[in-house]
């Protein structure tokens, strides 16, 4: 399968997904993310696992201070 045939394929799949993207806006997204690290979390998944972090601390701090929604 040559290169534009999997341009394509992701076009098409991004449409059925309701994404509209331009061919050079899909370029762009290719270029980018093979400047991503390999190792370690991605930025979105260390993003999403601060924040269950700061919603677990938080729901502590509650139990502890025995109210649900935190006031006294």
Do not use: C, H, I, K
């Not at 290169?3 to 370029?27: F, H, W």
């Not at 997204?29 to 991503?36: D, M, T, Y």
């Amino acid at each position: 399968m040559s290169g534009e045939d999997r341009l394509g394929q992701v076009l098409r799949v991004l449409s059925g997904a309701g994404r509209t993207l331009e061919p050079q806006e899909v370029l762009d997204v290719l270029w980018l993310a093979r400047l991503l690290p390999g190792e370690g979390p991605l930025p979105l998944q260390r993003a999403l696992r601060d924040a269950e972090s700061a919603r677990r601390s938080a729901a502590g701090e509650q139990a502890a201070s025995g109210t649900a929604d935190g006031s006294r």
